[in-house]
């Protein structure tokens, strides 16, 4: 069985406590001030729309878009289990979400992630997408500790396939 991308309302405890999980995370590597990953009350917002990736019934990753206007999105609380870090998990559910972003016509999508050593995975993943590094935008203000990125987007659709797997690297 593969992995199953499903819109999600928020309303299970498995995904709130995923989401606390990352709530919790992102306060142990983020300064109080630079911490912009929205809780579950946010992101069951009318213009948020959230999904969750799910293998053999186990939650192994969760994203958002929110709208900020007619031609311009973000993406938001973008987050996958540790144990299924390195297996495709965010880049599934990113084109997952930049295909919606198309069919919903924007022009481009968004994005906020820290600045810290950390959040590299999180940047080396957007920027094989394509996402550049850009100013704030909407009511981001400029922060040491926060990278934003951008993408303009085409109207091409692209597969939503899971990447080749990769071994497993073994660390010992």
Sequence with gaps: MGMKITEDDLSGEEVVNFLKEHISEMKSVSPPESKHALDVDSLQEPSVTFWTVQEERALVGCGALKALDGGHGELKSMRTSKAHRGRGVASILLRHILNE?????????????????????????????????????????????????????????????????RRARRFS
């Design 101 to 165: 972003c198309r069919r919903r016509n924007y022009r481009r999508v968004s994005l906020e992630t820290g600045s810290m050593p950390f959040f590299l995975p999180a940047r080396s993943l957007y920027r094989t997408f394509g996402f550049t590094e850009c100013a704030p935008f909407s009511d981001y203000k400029p922060d040491p500790n926060s990278v934003f990125l951008t993408l303009e987007l085409t109207t091409t659709p692209q597969p939503v396939s899971p990447p080749k797997r």
